[in-house]
């Protein structure tokens, strides 16, 4: 059975730092590209970054952009998200996601496979 497991949420200060694994067990997704989205409470779930199958091409959605970072260890079908000065807004509960193919995307509906979700609660 394919299973991607979130790790790492919690409660934390603005300011603060989290680092979020997203374990893949099952089978490999070393040739899929990888995502986290994450959904606020009332919002829609919404993009926050994606990695290609290598790690070498990542993106990330305005509202992160230099405080988190993707990434991933294929030797240990992993990925990560580290998360620096957090803001309120950003709490959440953000989710792993694989697609069926080896690049990025932005879009919701391109990841296939799916954690369960982790709470990051911000608190200002």
């Known amino acids: 059975q394919v299973q991607l497991v979130e790790s790492g949420g919690g409660l934390v200060q603005a300011g603060g730092s989290l680092r979020l694994p997203c374990a893949a067990s099952?089978?490999?997704?070393?040739?899929?590209?990888m995502g986290w989205l994450r959904q606020a409470p009332g919002k829609e779930r919404e993009f926050v970054a994606g990695?290609?199958?290598?790690?070498?091409?990542?993106r990330h959605t305005d509202p992160v952009k230099g405080r988190f970072t993707i990434s991933r260890d294929n030797t240990k079908n992993t990925m990560y998200s580290q998360m620096n000065s957090l803001k309120p807004e950003d709490t959440a509960v953000y989710y792993c996601?694989?697609?069926?193919?080896?690049?990025?995307?932005?879009?919701?509906?391109?990841?296939?496979?799916w954690g369960q979700g982790t709470q990051v609660t911000v608190s200002s």
């Open positions: 990695s290609s199958w290598t790690g070498f091409s990542t």
């Open positions: 996601a694989a697609r069926r193919y080896s690049g990025t995307h932005y879009s919701e509906s391109e990841y296939a496979y």
């Open positions: 099952g089978r490999t997704f070393s040739n899929n590209g």
